[in-house]
């Protein structure tokens, strides 16, 4: 059974093939918008993978001095991701640094939590810009109203994300209005 990490690498492989590098490169954008890993845990995982027979690989031209590897899914990889997507899912821990500090915000005088709330929102509304900007991309593409195509995936995800980001921003204007209340006579 993959890890977390291997099914991700697994669904950006059934997405197109790509040599371990490509893989890295994707995992910080897109993937990294909702999952994160480091091109240290990307080599060792698709070998993990290639082990388990869920990924193959063909040996193709590359710019250093060895070899580079391009993957792909297996069938058997293919099939462990589908049914990993359509499992249970099991409650995941919650950990949201922002928040985190957001609960003590009590503790710092008016204008440095103002900051905080401040740079929270410029965080959140860069995200929303970058969301906006990937969903711009899918704009007429006919793939991303089939539910059978990766674009439908992806425009699912970036819709959640904008969503997300667009009440997260409502939120960080409401907490800058209630220090600004707090703040009046």
């Not at 500090?101 to 740079?119: H, K, N, P």
């Amino acid at each position: 059974m993959p890890s977390d990490l291997g099914h991700a690498l697994l669904g950006l492989l059934a997405r197109r093939p790509s040599t371990g590098y490509d893989l890295a490169r994707r995992m910080q954008r897109p993937v990294g918008w909702f999952w994160t890993a480091g091109h240290s845990q990307v080599y060792p995982e698709l070998a993990r993978l290639e082990a388990d027979g869920l990924v193959e690989h063909e040996v193709v031209p590359g710019r250093g001095p060895r070899a580079t590897k391009r993957y792909r899914p297996t069938a058997v990889g293919t099939e462990a991701l589908r049914t990993w997507v359509a499992a249970e899912l099991e409650p995941q821990p919650v950990r949201d640094l922002e928040v985190l500090r957001l609960w003590s915000v009590w503790l710092v005088d008016a204008e440095a939590a103002t900051d905080l709330v401040r740079r929270v929102r410029a965080g959140h509304a860069e995200r929303l810009a970058a969301y906006e900007a990937d969903l711009a991309t899918l704009d007429g593409v006919a793939a991303a109203h089939d539910p059978a195509a990766p674009d439908f995936a992806s425009r699912l995800t970036l819709v959640g994300g904008v969503l997300t980001r667009r009440a997260a921003l409502e939120w960080c204007d409401w907490m800058l209005a209630e220090l600004t209340a707090a703040d009046r006579p």
